[in-house]
């Protein structure tokens, strides 16, 4: 009862971070308030399409996410992705909305770039985090199996428009996570002020999924309205494992915030 009088008065504030339009934290307190009367739900993401004519996307796209991912489809062996800057990055800790969040203070000349091929033209482009969020239960299935959580890193080009992201899936193991360990407790975001300026180690995410050496990435979508397509996605093999303690306190201050699979159709998985 508590935690949901918590969430409800979260997701009231912070709404329009819908996945993954990110924004960056300007002036690294004010947060963008909420885009009043938010028409749509994640637990209604089947009829998106019909509510809002901008939303048309949502239920015509070809390229829509997330999608389920299978070990038959492969690992991607093209698409490598190359990080950097990623060890000390300043930002604001926050609940999103729908879960634990952090955006990077915008200052693209010392933020943690990407470099990914998103054609297949051999040519690379560079992308900077705009911030990382967590959604529950995770978007993308693989054999079926749908994580605990999903953890969305979010790099868009130098104009701020998204141009990928990375997705974690997020589970319970044995050991804690030095990811999640670094940051202040999930329990502040019981108070009113739930925005806590750090500075993170995103490496030890990144390092957690041995660097994204194995993934699956295809041509996707924002999987909030209004669906915008031509965002590449990577979906890492391996499991970011958390303790049961960790998990708990992630789910406690989450809610439900997967869209459904989407078909795949002119996704282009791994090509
Ligand atoms: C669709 O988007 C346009 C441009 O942002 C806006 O003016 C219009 O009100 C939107 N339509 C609806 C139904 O929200
Ligand atoms: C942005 O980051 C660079 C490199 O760390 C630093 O020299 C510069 O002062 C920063 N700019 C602002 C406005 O914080
Ligand atoms: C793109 O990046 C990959 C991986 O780092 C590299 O092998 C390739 O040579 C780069 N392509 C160009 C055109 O620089
Ligand atoms: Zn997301």
């Not at 918590?6 to 819908?18: C, D, N």
């Not at 209604?44 to 019909?50: I, K």
């Not at 800790?93 to 297949?120: C, H, I, Q, R």
Request: charged content about 15%; glycine content about 6%.
């Amino acid at each position: 009862m508590f935690f949901q009088s918590i969430i409800l008065f979260s997701s009231s504030l912070f709404t329009t971070w819908a996945c993954p339009e990110h924004s960056y934290d300007e002036s690294g307190s004010a947060l963008q308030k909420r885009a009043e009367g938010q028409d749509w739900a994640y637990e209604a993401s089947y009829n998106w399409g019909m509510i809002n004519e901008n939303y048309t996307l949502c239920q015509t796209g070809t390229m829509q996410s997330p999608i389920p991912l299978l070990f038959t489809q492969g690992l991607s062996l093209g698409h490598k992705p190359t990080f950097s800057n990623a060890a000390q990055v300043a930002g604001t800790f926050l609940n999103w909305g729908y879960g634990p969040g952090f955006t990077v203070a915008k200052n693209l000349s010392s933020t943690t770039t990407v470099t990914f091929e998103d054609g297949k033209d051999g040519v690379n482009e560079t992308a900077y985090l705009k911030g990382w969020h967590i959604h529950s239960p995770a978007d993308h299935s693989v054999q079926a199996d749908r994580s605990k959580a999903e953890l969305h890193f979010v790099y868009g080009d130098a104009s701020g428009a998204d141009r990928a992201v990375f997705a974690f899936r997020v589970d319970p193991g044995n050991t804690r996570s030095a990811f999640f360990d670094q940051l202040p407790a999930m329990i502040s975001f019981r108070e009113k002020k739930r925005q806590i300026p750090i500075s993170m180690d995103l490496e030890l995410a990144l390092e957690e999924v041995n660097h994204f050496s194995e993934f699956w990435t295809y041509r996707g979508s924002l999987t909030s309205p209004p669906c915008w397509e031509g965002i590449r996605w990577y979906v890492a093999r391996n499991i970011l494992f958390v303790s049961n303690e960790q998990m708990q306190s992630i789910l406690a201050v989450s809610t439900y915030s997967a869209r459904a699979e989407q078909e795949v159709w002119l996704h282009a998985i791994n090509v």
